[in-house]
């Protein structure tokens, strides 16, 4: 069983991954921003630990990552303010990917969106364009690195019930519940098959640990 450190503890998709996690005998460290969010987090199972990724420096994010044996970026600045999105979704994400190196936990998984390329396609002057930047330099960044990464790509979330089933390199937007997301990043843990892979996904009809497997 692994010791996991989640960055972006409270999300919604992470707190359905983290009793996920606990219940396959994994020790959970969440990392979250807000100690009002404490609770919600031990309530899980996982154990909560407060502190500010955005203003967190390489050392300070080493510190936080070693002893563990698996990292997962949950995190993000949730859209709105742009310099805030790439400080988060960008900049405290290539930061934590310099500490994991630094503190040799090698296994890093990242929870990223399935438009996340070179070519996304979204307008200089969308408000969603800083999103997509930022994401696919972290992406591009984590995939150029020496760990061994994992880049899950769900298309857009909702909060339908888990069907415990994907689709791989779906059509259109790729619409798929956070709880069937949270699934894909607990099958990913358990599976070193996903080292090296970008799994871009949506809901569908193939049973989550067959599609991660490959």
Known sequence: MARILIFGG?????LLLEPMLVAQGHTVTAVIRNP???????ATGAQPLVADIESLD???LTNVI?????VIWSAGAGGGDPARTYAVDRDAAIRSMTAA???SVTRYVMVS???SREDHGVDAESSFFAYADAKWAADAHLAASDLDWTILAPGTLTLDAPTGRIALDPEGRGEVSRADVAAVIAATVSDDTTIGRTLRFGAGDE????????
Do not use: F, P, T, Y
């Not at 070693?66 to 698996?70: L, Q």
């Open 207 to 214: 049973h989550i640990g067959h599609a991660v497997a490959g």
């Open 36 to 42: 009002d969010h404490e609770a919600d987090v031990a």
């Open 66 to 70: 070693g002893g563990n044996d698996v």
């Open 101 to 103: 190196s630094a503190a």
């Open 113 to 115: 969106w399935i438009g």
């Open 10 to 14: 409270h999300g919604k998709v992470a």
């Open 58 to 60: 390489v050392g300070q």
